[in-house]
């Protein structure tokens, strides 16, 4: 059974940072691309940054809103990928969603609640 878990969401300042951490089972995690999305309150999902596999060069990929303060990376040893948040701000708040895809639908976890606010 595929699982992704995601964690490290919290309550935050504005210019703070935090680590998300995204830990998958089920799956040859070397062979998945890794995407990070976020879903704000009222808004549709939107995808935050991406990362490939392995043998293709763990490339990143970032949206142009987090371009810069976040950083992607990825641990195939421990099955994780992590997504680095510096310079956090008001609107970076939203559920933050790991998905790993290969080929067909992608998987999803659960998700985890990122705040930022004074």
């Known amino acids: 059974q595929v699982q992704l878990v995601e964690s490290g969401g919290g309550l935050v300042q504005p210019g703070g940072s935090l680590r998300l951490s995204c830990a998958a089972s089920?799956?040859?995690?070397?062979?998945?691309?890794i995407q990070w999305y976020r879903q704000p309150p009222g808004k549709e999902r939107e995808l935050v940054a991406s990362i490939s596999t392995g043998s293709t060069g763990s490339i990143p990929y970032y949206a142009d809103s987090v371009k810069g303060r976040f950083t992607i990376s990825r641990d195939n040893a421990k099955n994780t990928v992590y997504l680095h948040m510096n310079s956090l701000k008001p609107e970076d708040t939203a559920v933050y969603y790991c998905?790993?895809?290969?080929?067909?639908?992608?998987?999803w976890g659960q998700g985890t609640q990122v705040t930022i606010s004074s």
């Open positions: 998905s790993a895809s290969r080929f067909g639908n992608p998987y």
């Open positions: 089920g799956i040859i995690f070397s062979d998945y691309y």
